[in-house]
């Protein structure tokens, strides 16, 4: 929503809004209701348009047009590890030189580089935004260590009946049995309500009603029947609105559990997403098409499901394989390659 208001000032509608702390006003040029609302935007983002140059300046340009946006959770983190080298360069100034050197000193601090793929990956973003929004004339080119590749490790169904069974409570129970028979992600779980749970379509919306911002998609998706028994022996004895709860209340964090849980039941050490990625690596093992897992997952392209798990798949590449067949070669051998002199 736009944090101004229109008024009237001398006959004529006006912008309205405050700068620290103080009201402002500004005309619009016009008594027209419909004109004033379709010029007030322009005129709001020109007057409020950031004027300085330095990162830490573009950086809290971005956060301010991005508010509300999930990423700005993690870019509290990144700015830590940038704003002593680049916080007051300008973003223009910025050299492949600059970049390497934060590399090299991030990776003497121990720190690994995904982490410094992603602290880069921001910076990269910001300037990028303040290019096109003509706060700086080009945004530099930025270095960055390659992605590491996704990590493989994920739960045989052997495994996840073992872990399923170490779980000593009812609510690591429920959340393990969740997380394989969902594929849901960890703050989909802890935040899933029983109003969301249709045992009558036999249907579970992950979806949360009231987070409005954006964050990582999130499906509609069909209770097997172990997780219906799971859900259905829980609803019984439930104390709060939470699925997943703890003494009537909900749970914030299920990390120790896990751990204890794989530790239990002698596996290594397990994730929370660890559920998440093998439920998916399940499906794909038995034939899912990628497009279906992909909306089992929430996942808005089905290409980065394709990526990740298509290798997974029993089909994957058999097609492209029996292609380069040589069991025929024989008779292939068989057939004259020249034709005889006349």
């Not at 028994?229 to 104390?239: K, S, T």
């Not at 914030?252 to 849980?261: F, L, M, N």
């Not at 029993?314 to 097609?319: A, K, S, V």
Request: hydrophobic content about 40%; charged content about 25%.
């Amino acid at each position: 929503m736009p944090e101004y208001d229109i008024g009237r000032y001398r006959g004529e509608l006006c912008l309205v809004f405050r700068v620290d702390g103080k009201r402002r006003r500004y005309t619009l040029g016009t008594a027209d209701a419909s004109e004033a609302e379709r010029l007030a935007p322009a005129l709001y983002a020109q007057l409020t348009r950031p004027l300085g140059k330095t990162v830490q300046e573009l950086w809290n340009a971005y956060r301010a047009d991005k508010d509300g946006r999930a990423v700005l959770v993690t870019m509290k983190f990144t700015w830590k590890a940038l704003e002593a080298r680049f916080g007051k360069m300008s973003g223009e100034d910025i050299t492949i030189e600059d970049c390497r050197a934060h590399t090299d000193s991030r990776r003497r601090d121990g720190i690994k580089d995904g982490t410094i793929h992603t602290e880069l990956g921001h910076l990269r973003m910001v300037l990028l935004w303040a290019e096109k929004h003509k706060l700086i004339d080009r945004a530099p080119s930025i270095e960055r260590p390659s992605k590491p590749a996704p990590k493989e490790a994920h739960l045989s169904r052997d495994e996840a009946r073992d872990l399923i069974n170490a779980a000593t409570t009812p609510h690591m129970r429920l959340y393990i049995i969740l997380g394989l028979g969902t594929g849901a992600r960890t703050s989909a779980l802890l935040q899933l309500t029983w109003d969301r749970c249709d045992f009558v379509r036999g249907m579970i919306d992950l979806r949360n009603p009231l987070v409005t911002t954006p964050h990582k998609g999130r499906a509609i998706v069909p209770m097997n029947r172990t997780v219906r028994a799971a859900l259905q022996e829980a609803r019984a004895g439930a104390l709060s609105p939470y699925v997943i709860e703890w003494a009537g209340r909900p749970v914030v964090s299920i990390k120790t559990g896990i751990h204890s849980a794989a530790r239990a039941a002698g596996l290594p050490m397990v994730t929370p997403h660890m559920l998440r990625h093998s439920a998916a690596v399940h499906m794909a093992e038995a034939g899912i098409s990628m497009e279906e897992i992909a909306q089992f997952l929430g996942h808005s392209n089905v290409n980065v499901t394709r990526k990740v798990y298509a290798r997974f798949s029993p089909n994957h590449l058999r097609t492209a394989a029996s292609a380069l067949e040589f069991d025929d070669l024989g008779s292939v051998n068989q057939k004259p390659t020249t034709s005889k002199a006349g």
